[in-house]
């Protein structure tokens, strides 16, 4: 998606001025270094930080002064660490630092006043400080920013939980952070804004795409969170098409995945493959709804790419993985079509595969049917 849209949202919320990269000197003194560097207890100092990170904040609240919210913005980021450099800080720093930043965030986000400007600036110094400093002390911010109104905010809730999952996957709070994830994507599945939410959720869950390499418990939970919102983003598919169709397709490139395939169970690799064979089949159905009611060439265009890259991830692992050269040929087929592709191919195309699918996997079942009342693009 066009990331120049981000800065969009950004700016319609009145969020001006840098983000992260390279922060500005802050326009009062900063924590001293000392500070930062301390191994020891952060008694002797946490007073001190929490007046300082508390005066900041009251000006982050304060819409009637953005150059000082930004300001305050920059200072409660770079302030996170010595010199911009996390590996230069103490992680007895960085825990007091974020647990005294979640106590007064939270203060902040209760406040039924909090304008949407200043939530999303909590956003985006959640985001940083949580990937800066790799720990959980944050999840409690992060988890009410994902249950937010505002789809801006969530979004920011979104980026920042991402942030925050390596530190977590191999803990206890990873299931409530999976989760919220989840939810705040199925929250909002509408317009051009909730295609971002749900981007960004798929990308949280991705380990290929957070560069993480899980194993274990934390890698069958991503397999089940991954699940869960691929199969309640496919409800959506039965009714019309939502947002970015594309977004659909990072589940199945991550479960159906050579590399992860065989650490998968059995009812995970079945849900997977059903989930897979589920949206190529919705997504040619809203195909041919489209061209039927001569929706927009962009809605086809859209929703045949998402199908084409979903038949090929299905296509790689029956080549690479299952060995399966008549399943790998039929979704090769699939694979092929293409906005322009003829409505007796596809169809074609799609029993061939499904007979494939099914000698490959007996237990799979036919694709859920689109309700008769929907029209392509109704969900956008």
Not at 205 to 220: D, E, I, R, T, W
């Amino acid at each position: 998606m066009n990331r120049r849209f981000v800065w969009f949202i950004l700016l319609a919320c009145g969020v001006c001025g840098r983000v992260w990269a390279d922060p500005a000197p802050a326009q009062d003194e900063g924590v001293p270094a000392a500070y930062k560097k301390a191994r020891g207890d952060a008694s002797a100092y946490r007073d001190d930080l929490t007046s300082r990170i508390k005066t900041e904040i009251a000006k982050l609240a304060k819409d009637q002064d953005p150059a000082g919210q930004t300001q305050a913005r920059e200072w409660l980021i770079s302030e996170s660490v010595l010199n911009n450099t996390p590996s230069s800080t103490s992680d007895n720093y960085l825990d007091a630092y974020s647990s005294i930043l979640n106590a007064q965030f939270m203060e902040l986000l209760s406040n039924p006043d909090t304008s949407v400007r200043a939530r999303v600036n909590v956003g985006i110094v959640a985001a940083k400080v949580a990937e800066w400093s790799k720990n959980t002390q944050l999840l409690p911010t992060v988890l009410q920013l994902l249950k937010d109104k505002s789809e801006a905010v969530v979004l920011w809730g979104e980026k920042a939980a991402g942030s925050m999952l390596p530190a977590a996957l191999n803990g206890p709070k990873r299931a409530p952070l999976l989760d919220g994830i989840v939810q705040a994507a199925l929250q909002h599945t509408t317009g051009e804004v909730g295609g971002y939410v749900c981007e960004w959720a798929y990308r949280d869950l991705n380990p290929g795409l957070q560069n993480s390499h899980p194993a274990g418990a934390a890698l069958s939970d991503l397999v089940d969170y991954n699940l869960k919102l691929q199969q309640g983003r496919l409800n959506l598919y039965r009714t019309g098409v939502p947002p970015a169709p594309y977004n659909d397709t990072f589940a199945s490139q991550f479960l159906l995945d050579p590399t992860y395939w065989t650490q998968l169970t059995e009812a995970q690799k079945l849900a997977a493959i059903q989930a897979a064979w589920n949206f190529i089949s919705l997504g040619c159905e809203q195909t041919r709804l489209a061209i039927e009611a001569k929706q927009s060439t962009n809605t086809i265009s859209e929703l045949m790419i998402a199908v084409s890259t979903e038949a090929k991830a299905l296509e790689d692992l029956a080549n690479r993985r299952l060995k399966d050269l008549a399943l790998t040929g039929a979704m090769h087929d699939i694979g092929v079509l293409g906005p322009g592709s003829k409505l007796t191919d596809i169809q074609l195309a799609l029993t061939q595969g499904f007979q494939s699918l099914q000698a490959a996997f007996k237990d799979l079942q036919p694709a859920p049917e689109v309700e008769p009342r929907a029209a392509a693009g109704a969900g956008q």
